[in-house]
């Protein structure tokens, strides 16, 4: 399973638009304490839109309570980091993986970075900026996830209680 771990996140449109991003890729959210808004807020629900009901997600008062409850593998992106999201292999979808993202003001602290090196990825981009929307490098990473996986558990075509996948067809 595909895990989602904000580190006390400050923009609540940010973590919407992320929760809406995990209900769409089968993945469970973890927010780490102190948040920069309350959950209950207006703008998480407007940028979350009716999926919040369809979200798996949990809380935790800090990072060390979030270390203890969950097991598996760890990544954390920060712009410091060495490789590109594509170097892991993801594939097997037997593992719980943990993909780790910082404030958006001032990321993840130094220490914890340093001791997980190895496990640590930038997304590419120009030189011209050191960083993109929190929100957008989530959905990036979680789709190159799900691209190794072969998309496994994820709809190929419109559902049918949308519009269905014939739509588009001409009558």
Known sequence: MNHVVLYQPEIPQNTGNIMRTCVAVNAKLHLIKPLGFSLDEKHIKRSAANYLEHLDYQVYENI????????????????????????FNYQSTDVHRYFIFGSESTGMPKDLLEKNLDRCFRLPM???????????????????????????????????HFKGKDYLKSR
């Not at 060390?64 to 990544?75: D, H, L, P, V």
């Not at 011209?128 to 075509?157: K, P, T, W």
Request: glycine residues 6%.
């Open 64 to 87: 060390e309570s979030f270390f203890e409850q969950n097991q598996g593998e760890y990544y954390f992106l920060t712009r410091y980091g060495k490789k590109a999201p594509s170097a």
């Open 126 to 160: 120009s030189g011209h900026i050191r960083s993109m929307n929190l929100s957008n490098v989530v959905a990036i990473i979680m789709y190159e996830v799900m691209r190794q996986q072969d998309y496994q558990g994820l709809e190929a075509f419109e559902p049918d």
